[in-house]
């Protein structure tokens, strides 16, 4: 499988954004998906991530209630959408593809996107 993500940008606090990541091979829908972010000088953490059929999703506490994460299989693509951002948000977003139930630590994942900025200003 392999990923590009896609959609990041620098944004004023309180807008929003949305992410897609693009999914290569046919069996993407076999994969639960998750985003992940990278700030400076932090290590890389677990935002979002949905299982291969979007029954299950999990988010980290310092998004819930303004991200959303969802796919769609027949698109082999899946997004995150990022309202009311902060700028703790600012980060490197990452997304990947992991045979491991959404929520999994990013050892289990094992396929990643090259990353998107974004930036969100004060």
């Known amino acids: 499988v392999q990923l590009q993500a896609f959609g990041g940008g620098l944004v004023q606090a309180g807008s929003s954004l949305r992410l897609s990541c693009a999914a290569s091979g046919r069996t993407f829908s076999r994969y639960s998906m998750g985003w992940f972010r990278q700030a400076p000088g932090k290590e890389r953490d677990l935002v979002v991530a949905i299982n291969w059929s979007g029954s299950s999703r999990y988010y980290a506490d310092s998004v819930k209630g303004r991200f959303t994460i969802s796919r769609d299989n027949a698109k082999n693509t899946v997004y995150l959408q990022m309202n009311s951002l902060k700028p703790e948000d600012t980060a490197v977003y990452y997304c990947?593809?992991?045979?491991?139930?959404?929520?999994?630590?990013?050892?289990?994942?094992?396929?990643w996107g090259q990353g998107t900025q974004v930036t969100v200003s004060s």
């Open positions: 990947a593809a992991s045979l491991y139930p959404p929520g999994s630590p990013s050892a289990r994942y094992d396929y």
